[in-house]
């Protein structure tokens, strides 16, 4: 599979990364709107083809999947735009900068018959298997709550801090909180109270998050982008509980038992050996694109709208609103 890769920031080299050390993907193209920029990458990882435009690369036809690697703001743009093209798409977290936009970009793969995939990490992880068949088995009884905190100090980053990136906590890092409730807990959500203290720009520098489900279980969620957290994952059930280390990638994942005086550890578990974490969603878009589908069923087009719909809600209590959304 040829993976062209839209966006030469950061994460782009990241996947560049992962990919080169894969037998089942490629690095096939590179397309930034510095044409230098795009050289420096493709030399770098040892990318065929540079392109000065992302409209140069949608147009080439080798190219299998395109991965789309740009601030939140313009997730809908490019993502319309390669599908246009008769592209297959992996779009980077968070999906788009509002619900009226994920649905315009399902609608769109629907009628083209194109693969559109988030590329939420988390959700295509060994590791959610591993804590799913722990709860299934009643490793810890019904599960009856879920915490989790998520930080890194990155408000120094200009996406993080620009409203017309989209930038903030929410699309960024609370985005991951709220995929980490929803795996566990599911989506029957009756209420959300979400607060926030904003940056100097406006828009939402640390987040707290409670949602309420329909059946009387709770998820609470921190996060911020001002300093490092233990990024910690604890899931309460009435026989125990469990806590994985790292939401954002998990390291390890440890039952614990109550015992009459304390909680005693049943069981820990360490996550399979991987290259960045990044392979897995694309080997499940491999999968998907193989088996003629348009949609990854480790993150199913519904299960974004789901997560959009509570980031729109959140961001509704919060008073923002973005410049391009006005």
């Not at 193209?29 to 065929?48: H, N, Q, T, V, Y």
């Not at 949608?58 to 093209?85: C, F, G, K, R």
């Not at 008769?86 to 619900?99: H, I, P, S």
């Not at 629907?110 to 559109?116: A, H, S």
């Amino acid at each position: 599979m040829r993976v062209g890769i839209l966006g030469a920031g950061g994460i782009a080299r990241i996947m560049a990364g992962t990919i080169a050390r894969m037998e089942e993907a490629d690095n096939y193209a590179i397309a930034s709107r510095d044409l230098g920029k795009a050289r420096k990458f493709a030399e770098e990882w040892d990318i065929p083809k540079a392109y000065g435009s992302y409209e140069e690369m949608l147009q080439d036809d080798q190219v299998d999947l395109v991965y789309i690697a740009v601030p939140h703001s313009h997730h809908y743009e490019w993502t319309m735009a390669a599908l246009n093209a008769g592209r297959n798409v992996l779009c980077e977290k968070a999906f788009a900068a509002n619900t009226a936009q994920a649905e315009e970009m399902i609608k769109l793969a629907r009628e083209k018959k194109l693969l559109l995939a988030e590329a939420i990490w988390t959700r295509y992880m060994p590791s959610r298997k591993i804590i799913d068949d722990l709860i299934k088995k009643g490793s810890i009884g019904e599960v009856m709550t879920v915490a989790s905190n998520l930080g890194y100090r990155i408000d120094m980053n200009e996406r993080m801090v620009k409203p017309e990136l989209a930038g903030g906590c929410l699309l960024d890092l609370t985005v991951y909180t709220l995929n980490f409730s929803s795996m566990i807990l599911g989506d029957g959500i009756r209420r959300i109270e979400a607060s926030m203290v904003p940056t100097d720009t406006g828009v939402d520098g640390q987040d707290t998050v409670m949602l309420e489900y329909e059946d009387g279980k709770m998820a609470s969620m921190f996060t911020t982008m001002y300093a490092l957290t233990d990024r910690r994952g604890l899931i309460a059930g009435r026989e125990g509980f469990i806590t994985v280390q790292n939401i954002n990638n998990p390291e390890k994942i440890t039952v614990y038992a109550p015992s009459r005086e304390k909680y005693e550890i049943k069981d820990e578990i360490t996550v399979p050996e991987q290259i960045t974490g990044y392979e897995y969603e694309v080997l499940a878009c491999k999968r998907a694109m193989e088996e003629g589908k348009i949609e990854c069923e480790e993150m199913p087009h519904s299960e974004t709208i789901e997560i959009m719909k509570q980031m729109d809600e959140i961001r509704r209590q919060y008073g923002i609103v973005f410049p391009f959304e006005k």
